[in-house]
């Protein structure tokens, strides 16, 4: 019995690290195909850094991966908003949702949801939070759509979208703003 449980417990070993090695090849794939398509350096109204985004396209899907900083904890709502202008305090030269399709707002909406719609960011207790979201299905229209000729910015709300409430998601003040720039 000694001898057999030595055996089982190498076996189970070996199969789980088959797995990981499995999913590990397939981030590795992922990680190949991804692409840097734009960029964005948040700042807050300041001056100060609050973050950067990031766009990727991976094949049929595009993505924004944001990591922020210096935020309250909680959820709080950030987006992509029409025109690519960040002037502080407000940020509204941002204008509003990037909204092409003239949908409403939220993914709540039975009429929803803008391509500029993001779920909200779940800050931690030390003020950050990271996440990478899908932005659209369709990359090539959006990102035409996101660097038209007034361009895109990503914006971080002082609360939480919710979802539904048109135009916007009642998520707040704008606190935080980046222009994406294409990346080269």
Known sequence: MSIRFPIILLGATALSACATVDDLAQNVANELTTQEVGTASL???NG???????LLSNGDQLSVAVTVNGME?????FHLHT???CRAPDFTSAGGHLNPYDRTHGTQSPGGSHLGDLPNLQVN??????ATVDVSDNPTSALEEIFDTDGTAVVVHAGADDYRS?????????IACGVLRASS
């Open 43 to 45: 700042n807050f109204a």
């Open 48 to 54: 100060q850094p609050a973050g950067t985004a990031r």
């Open 73 to 77: 904890a909680g959820p709080t709502g």
């Open 83 to 85: 025109t690519g202008a």
């Open 125 to 130: 207790a030390s003020g950050s939070a990271t």
């Open 166 to 174: 048109d135009p916007a998601g009642d998520a707040g003040s704008r």
